[in-house]
Nanobody, 124 residues
Framework: QVQLIESGGGLVQAGGSLRLSCAAS????????MGWFRQAPGKEREFVSG????????YYADSVKGRFTISRDNAKNTVYLQMNSLKPEDTAVYYC?????????????????WGQGTQVTVSS
């Protein structure tokens, strides 16, 4: 059974920073691409960022490009999302997810396992 546990969410003022973590267990973590998604109230879940299993390739949604950085530590089975220059529109529940392929996909349906989510709230 695969488990993904996110942490690091919270309340921050606009312009601030947060670092999300996603700890994985249950199978070989390092073989597959990982992604971060978010879902704001009343909106669909959207892709935020992805990273290949080796960490050599990353991809970002235009809305977060230049502000967010994804990384992973396969020795710790953990993927991170460093979020800087946060805006009120970044407010959402953030989820990490793992694919069963080793390339980045933006379609949520291609992700096999999901964490429970962590709330990020950015005040203006």
């Amino acid at each position: 059974q695969v488990q993904l546990i996110e942490s690091g969410g919270g309340l921050v003022q606009a312009g601030g920073s947060l670092r999300l973590s996603c700890a994985a267990s249950g199978r070989t973590f390092s073989n597959y691409a990982m992604g971060w998604f978010r879902q704001a109230p009343g909106k669909e879940r959207e892709f935020v960022s992805g990273i290949t299993y080796g960490g050599g390739t990353t991809y970002y949604a235009d809305s977060v490009k230049g502000r967010f950085t994804i990384s992973r530590d396969n020795a710790k089975n953990t993927v991170y999302l460093q979020m800087n220059s946060l805006k009120p529109e970044d407010t959402a529940v953030y989820y990490c997810a793992t694919t069963t392929v080793n390339f980045i996909v933006v379609d949520a349906s291609r992700y096999a396992y999901w964490g429970q989510g962590t709330q990020v709230t950015v005040s203006s």
